[in-house]
């Protein structure tokens, strides 16, 4: 990477500038030349004075000065490259260098020559930590950050004092991630506090902070301050469930909030009450998690009427939520009502096995659906039914996730017309699906024909019962789906089978694939020859194929 030197002053438009080697070293050449031409010159002092002319010491001036930024900007360039990294326009992206103290120093070293710099990233470097006041001493140098990313950086007490501080010195600042930064519980009034009325603040990502019932308190105090808000990740945080009631309070306030993430927050069956009251106040929300709270099931039985008010959602996601047969009946009449809804997620909910006839019959009323995960929920033939036929008035659908329900095994042509029909459908996950031969077959007959065409992920592990001539089937055929690039068809941790003559047409196949890059399979034995064919491969493809056989025997 042809890095570049990067100039003290800016473009028009205020962007940095840089200049490139070879006109650095002119300008360093000439610097030098002035430099010569101050020491050989014979001066010729008149009889009022001695000293130099005032010209020629501001030329002195001038040529050190230029020596001396020639050489800072050398360093800075060896910085970066050091790196692999450059500062690009007006962000500076250092996340996930392995950044050791004596480079944060640099770092810093570096931040007066980006007066302009918006974007900071040095997240997931965990030297970071401890060395935070270094960096927020000399924030007032780059006051126009408007996007600071510090995610698991091992921030220290002292480190989140010293940030609440400096955040006095950027006041354009938009977004603000200090995810997975255990110190930051127990400290958020710390760190917030700074943020005032009109703060311009509109993305706030905390995940896993161990923040503290007290800290989901004062967010509820703080969020009407942040008219702003846009994002709001608190995810991963446990004990703000109990704090739940002056959150949805603050909520109330944040009109503009387009995404609100609360996955495994504690939250409980109360929770969906208090948010219930609050949807009505987000009319412009557009993504709502409440994944993996265990205890949240039970919780829309009497209270989903007001998450209907939510008409521009686009992704739902209550995966793993422990949802009841009250539940899934609640929300199969709020659901259907989410017009623009592009991406639900009602995975690892097993009690909806059979309750969800009805919920997955009517899912056929959202048509700009793009993402449906439904793994893990226990599905019986008849919601299986419902699911496929519901499943052919969903035209836009790209993502497609049925595994680990049993029922799909034996009964995958209920999904033919809906498999025929997705032209759009690019991941398809039947993952532990007991599948069989029959349903093998008629997978590669739809590919066959044509069909699949934009598949890019398929997933057909732990399916054992699948027989050598239903492998051969697909993997003759497998050639055809051009865009492919993931396919797994590893066995059970617990299985170990003999690969057939079926493993060279997937090797044929798999040469004509131009886009594929990983293909799982794990736990078949392979004989003497074919291995050493997959050796031969692995020598031919090693740079674009990652073959996973591990586990092989």
Not at 248 to 254: D, E
Not at 406 to 421: A, I, P, Q, S
Request: aromatic letters at 4%.
């Amino acid at each position: 990477m042809a890095l570049q030197r990067m100039a003290l002053h800016s473009s028009p438009k205020g962007e940095i500038e840089f200049l490139s080697s070879s006109k650095l070293r002119s300008s360093k050449a000439k610097s030098r030349k002035e430099s010569n031409d101050l020491e050989t010159t014979d001066f010729q002092p008149s009889d009022e004075t001695q000293k130099p002319a005032p010209l020629d010491t501001a030329k002195a001036l001038s040529s050190e000065m230029g020596l001396e930024l020639g050489c800072r900007m050398e360093k800075n360039e060896q910085f970066l490259q050091k790196l692999g990294k450059q500062a690009v326009d007006k962000g500076l992206d250092l996340n996930n260098c392995r950044l050791t103290t004596a480079d944060v120093r640099e770092m810093v070293a570096l931040l007066p020559f980006l007066p302009d710099l918006e974007k900071l990233d040095i997240s997931w470097n965990d030297f970071v930590g401890g060395t935070l006041p270094l960096i927020t001493e000399q924030m007032h140098l780059v006051n126009k950050l408007k996007s600071l990313r510090l995610g698991s950086c091992r921030l220290t007490t002292d480190d989140v004092r010293a940030l609440g501080e400096a955040l006095k010195a950027i006041p354009d600042l938009e977004e603000l991630n200090l995810s997975w930064n255990s110190k930051v519980g127990g400290n958020v009034p710390l760190i917030l506090q700074e943020f005032q009325a009109g703060s311009k603040i509109r993305m706030l990502e905390l995940v896993d902070c161990a923040l503290t019932s007290e800290d989901g308190t004062f967010m509820g105090q703080l969020l009407p301050v942040l008219q702003s808000l846009e994002v709001l990740d608190l995810s991963m945080n446990r004990n703000i469930g109990g704090s739940l009631n002056s959150i949805a309070q603050g909520l109330k306030s944040t009109s503009s909030l387009k995404v609100l993430k609360l996955q495994s927050c504690g939250l409980s069956q109360k929770s969906v009450t208090l948010l219930d009251a609050v949807f009505r106040y987000l009319s412009e929300l557009r993504k709502l998690d409440l994944s993996c709270n265990k205890e949240l099931g039970g919780g829309f039985e009497d209270s989903p009427a007001q998450l209907a008010t939510l008409e521009h959602l686009e992704v739902l996601d209550l995966h793993q939520c422990s949802l009841t047969a009250g539940d899934v009946v609640s929300l199969t009449q709020v659901i259907p009502l989410l017009s623009h809804l592009q991406e639900l997620d009602l995975s690892a909910n097993q009690k909806m096995g059979s309750s969800s006839e009805n919920l997955l019959s009517r899912l056929r009323f959202l048509p700009a659906l793009k993402s449906l995960l439904i793994s893990n929920c226990a599905l019986e033939r008849e919601t299986f039914t419902a699911l496929a036929e519901a499943s052919i008035h969903l035209p836009a659908l790209e993502v497609f996730n049925l595994s680990w329900n049993k029922c799909v095994g034996g009964n995958l042509k209920l999904l033919l017309e809906t498999l025929k029909l997705s032209t759009s459908l690019q991941v398809l996950r039947l993952s532990s699906c007991s599948l069989v031969t029959e349903d093998v077959a008629l997978l590669a007959s739809v590919i066959q024909t044509g069909h699949l065409a934009r598949l890019q992920k398929l997933d057909l592990s732990y399916n054992d019962s699948v027989c050598d001539a239903g492998w051969a089937i697909f993997c003759q055929n497998l050639w055809l789906l051009k865009e492919l690039t993931e396919l797994d068809i590893s066995l059970r941790p617990s299985t170990f089978r003999d690969c057939g003559q079926w493993f060279r047409h997937l090797l044929c196949s798999v040469t004509r694939l131009p886009e594929i890059t990983e293909i799982g399979m794990k736990r078949w034995i392979l004989p003497p020859s074919l291995e050493e064919e997959l050796e031969c491969f692995d020598r031919d493809h090693r740079s674009s194929i990652r073959f996973d056989h591990g586990g092989c025997q």
